[in-house]
């Protein structure tokens, strides 16, 4: 997957509602086997679709996309040996202010920089219901960019959601209990009834006497919407979807996605980091592949490497390269 072919599958991913990195080679120093413009997908787990450089880069850039993801904020990332970095001429010997510096270690001795961007998902909606204010929500939430559908109860499932979609069940007497029951069943960001508050205590009283878990009951918040008083149903809505803003911008309803891996040594008998620090030249290496072409044990703790060059040079005087590290 090269050029557009991987903006195809990012436009793809996020018709899909998936949350990923695109990554951009925006400069370059050669010798190295990237172009300017070079791209790739970086999933959430760390799965990378296009060309962003060699095996040096590829484990720090996914390394810093996954961190990209879960903050939501870009990165601009400057890739190259640690004698590079202070003397990258193009800034007057001086790196930009914002710019990420990861140090790599290749013998090509080239250099890269890399523009990380995070492309998540918009917020997802899902109103259950046939009444004139489910439709009403539903068209305001797709007026501000939102992905959102309106279903009756017997269409709708726990499949349309996950857990970070947001459910209002407005369907007003018509299948209550049960489209309730399937999307508390989904654990979604979000799950408000709209009812009076004396309605909504008897229904969630009613299926907790089915056995519905009180813990998913706890988490529905009935009446849904900021409290304005008697309103019409559009307002009811804009009641509505202005809870559902205000909470999303406290932080209140789940959006990210889990933090990544850190990176570590292991011990000789126990399971391997995803990732690791090579303790020669300090780049951020992928544990599952090589085998001991790119490992090394010293004193029961299995250590990590870019290379075979790292490797012997670590083995042939390891305390040398662990005293910075322990």
Do not use: N
């Amino acid at each position: 997957m090269y050029g557009w072919q991987v903006m195809e599958r990012a436009a793809e991913l996020e018709r899909r509602g998936e949350a990923f990195a695109l990554a951009t080679v925006v400069w370059r120093q050669g010798p190295s086997s990237s172009q300017l413009g070079s791209r790739a997908i970086i999933t959430t787990s760390g799965e990378l679709l296009g060309w962003i450089g060699g095996a040096c880069a590829e484990p720090s850039v996914i390394r810093q996309a996954k961190q990209v993801i879960t903050d939501g904020q870009p990165r601009l990332l400057l890739l190259g040996t640690p004698d590079q970095l202070p003397s990258a001429a193009r800034y007057g010997g001086s790196l930009p202010e914002g710019m990420t510096v990861v140090p790599i270690s290749c013998q090509s001795e080239g250099a890269l920089e890399v523009y990380v961007e995070p492309v998540l998902p918009v917020p997802h909606l899902v109103v259950v219901g046939r009444s004139p204010m489910a439709q009403t929500l539903a068209d305001l939430a797709l007026a501000i960019g939102w992905r959102a559908k309106r279903l009756d109860w017997s269409e709708f499932s726990a499949g349309d959601v996950d857990e970070r979609s947001m459910v209002v069940v407005a369907t007003q007497g018509h299948g209550d209990e049960e489209a309730v029951e399937r999307a508390a069943a989904a654990q979604p960001g979000y799950l408000g009834l709209v009812a009076s508050r004396r309605r909504g205590e008897s229904l969630l009283g009613y299926l907790a006497e089915r056995g519905v878990p009180q813990e998913q009951l706890d988490r529905v918040r009935v009446p849904a919407g900021l409290d304005l008083g008697h309103t019409s149903h559009v307002e009811i809505a804009v009641a509505v979807l202005a809870e559902l803003v205000q909470l999303r911008a406290a932080g209140e309803i789940a959006t990210t996605v889990s933090q990544p891996v850190k990176a570590a040594a292991s011990s000789a008998g126990g399971s391997a980091p995803e990732e690791a620090i090579d303790p020669v030249c300090g780049m951020t290496v992928a544990t599952g592949t090589d085998g001991p072409i790119r490992s090394a044990t010293h004193k029961d703790v299995t250590y990590y490497f870019c290379s075979a060059g790292c490797r012997q040079r670590f083995e042939s005087e390891p305390d040398s390269y662990l005293i910075s590290t322990e």
